[in-house]
């Protein structure tokens, strides 16, 4: 079992920088898969970006790629998710989650471990 726990969000202007950071307690984090996902008001969950077990690998969603780095340190059980150059439309609540899976889903059904989530809002 893992526990995900995550922080940093709160209000920016188009244009500004957050890092969201999500913390695990319970089973090492390395054998974990992990995702970042939103949900804005009114609208589905979606897909935002995810990290290999090792970090070797990553994927972004197109919305964001080039704006946010996720990235991950097993040894402090952490994943981050650097969010730059934020536009309004990026205003949701944002999701980590782990997945057992070798590879890196970008469906959140795949992902077994959820945490409460963190606020972002980007004012313009």
């Known amino acids: 079992q893992v526990q995900l726990v995550e922080s940093g969000g709160g209000l920016v202007q188009t244009g500004g920088s957050l890092r969201l950071s999500c913390a695990a307690s319970?089973?090492?984090?390395?054998?974990?898969?992990m995702g970042w996902f939103r949900q804005a008001p009114g609208k589905a969950r979606e897909f935002v970006a995810a990290?290999?077990?090792?970090?070797?690998?990553?994927l972004y969603a197109d919305s964001v790629k080039g704006r946010f780095t996720i990235s991950r340190d097993n040894a402090k059980k952490t994943v981050y998710l650097q969010m730059d150059s934020l536009k309004p439309e990026d205003t949701a609540v944002y999701y980590c989650?782990?997945?057992?899976?070798?590879?890196?889903?970008?469906?959140?059904?795949?992902?077994?471990?959820w945490g409460q989530g963190t606020e972002v809002t980007v004012s313009s």
């Open positions: 989650a782990g997945t057992q899976l070798r590879m890196i889903p970008t469906n959140g059904g795949a992902y077994d471990y």
């Open positions: 319970g089973r090492s984090l390395s054998l974990y898969a």
């Open positions: 990290i290999s077990w090792s970090g070797g690998r990553t």
